[in-house]
């Protein structure tokens, strides 16, 4: 299921007017979430040895988790607009998260059901 909606997602980076259910919404949250431990994982232990960065500092390199969150930035987009549209709320309402703190709204919209018929 998750590997399902990780597929649907990037199948799906350039459609802004369609749909996205919740469990396809967070299955996708769930996926990006264990790719980027994954990636963070292989920065830290692999990667940056590797290029001869200090892995014991707080703020060392991500370069295959900055790579693939670069990568990922509009189908991510695209299916929170997605997921808003089929909550029946404004996909407008995304540019919340450009907010600080009050970007915690967005949850609340995200986690609504489902709503009949076209939505804004």
């Given at each position: ?6 597929r649907?997602?990037?199948a799906?980076?350039t459609?802004?007017h369609?749909?996205?259910?919740r ?8 996926a990006?979430f ?7 994982l292989?920065?830290n232990?692999?990667?940056n040895?590797?290029?001869?960065i200090?892995?014991?500092v707080?703020?060392?390199s991500?370069?295959?988790s900055f790579l693939y969150a ?8 695209a299916?929170a607009l997605r997921?808003?549209r089929?909550a029946?709320?404004?996909?407008w309402?995304?540019?919340i998260g450009?907010?600080p703190f ?8 995200y986690?609504q059901?489902?709503?009949e018929?076209?939505?804004?």
């Amino acid at each position: 299921m998750v590997v399902e909606a990780w597929r649907d997602g990037i199948a799906n980076y350039t459609n802004f007017h369609g749909r996205a259910s919740r469990p396809q919404f967070w299955y996708w949250v769930l996926a990006q979430f264990l790719i980027f431990v994954v990636l963070g994982l292989l920065d830290n232990f692999v990667v940056n040895p590797a290029l001869g960065i200090d892995t014991t500092v707080d703020d060392t390199s991500r370069p295959l988790s900055f790579l693939y969150a670069l990568a990922t930035v509009i189908p991510s987009i695209a299916v929170a607009l997605r997921r808003l549209r089929d909550a029946g709320y404004s996909p407008w309402l995304l540019l919340i998260g450009l907010i600080p703190f009050v970007n915690l709204v967005l949850l609340y919209f995200y986690v609504q059901p489902s709503k009949e018929g076209d939505a804004a």
